[in-house]
């Protein structure tokens, strides 16, 4: 499953694992425990506290939340591309279906037919591809991040690449007495 989800998007880290610590020292400790974690960079785990609520919002999402930019691009056209095909595929395999079984509507009229099924079918997998690039689970957790950054509270964010540091994030995290939010 996760090398399906990979190929429909441009990020090389697709979820998030983020830690909530009441003070600065836990969330340094528990981001240092995250970076020595196997196969994790510096740059995977990040610390954020309550003054960077008051961030831009271009820059707090931009380079804390969000880091790679040019993968949210490749996300964008990726996952319209393939769910496009896809709604195209199913809107002529709906299409030859009806055609085949003889549906008054499709059987006197099948060129109007085809473009209305095939239009829709393709205008539906776009949309589906919107919601796949809006990624929602991230819009929560950057707000939850954000509220609890305003509550004086430091948070530290874990870019994990594959199911294996995510997992390692987790624990960690869980081991340093933080509160764990994590995005799909």
């Given at each position: ?22 003070d ?30 008051n ?38 395999l709906?299409f030859a ?42 819009v ?45």
């Open positions: 499953m996760e090398y399906l989800l990979k190929g429909l998007f441009g990020e090389k880290s697709l979820t998030k694992v983020v830690g909530l610590f009441p600065k020292g836990k969330a340094d400790a528990a981001a240092a425990s995250v970076r020595k974690a196997p196969g994790m960079v510096a740059g995977q785990a990040r610390v954020l506290g309550p003054q960077d609520a961030l831009s919002r271009r820059e707090f999402f931009g380079r804390t939340m969000e880091p790679e930019q040019r993968g949210i691009f490749k996300t964008l056209l990726i996952s319209h591309g393939i769910t496009g095909l896809a709604g195209a595929i199913a809107g002529l709906l279906w009806l055609y085949r079984s003889g549906q008054p509507m499709v059987a006197s009229s099948p060129l109007l037919a085809f473009i209305a099924i095939v239009g829709f079918a393709i205008t539906f997998g776009l949309l589906l591809g919107g919601l796949i690039a809006l990624r929602p689970d991230h929560w957790l950057i707000a939850a991040v954000r509220s609890a950054l305003k509550e004086s509270r430091w948070a530290v964010i874990v870019h994990p690449l594959d199911a294996s540091q995510t997992d390692a994030a987790k624990g960690i995290l869980r081991d340093s007495g933080a509160e764990i939010l994590k995005s799909l």
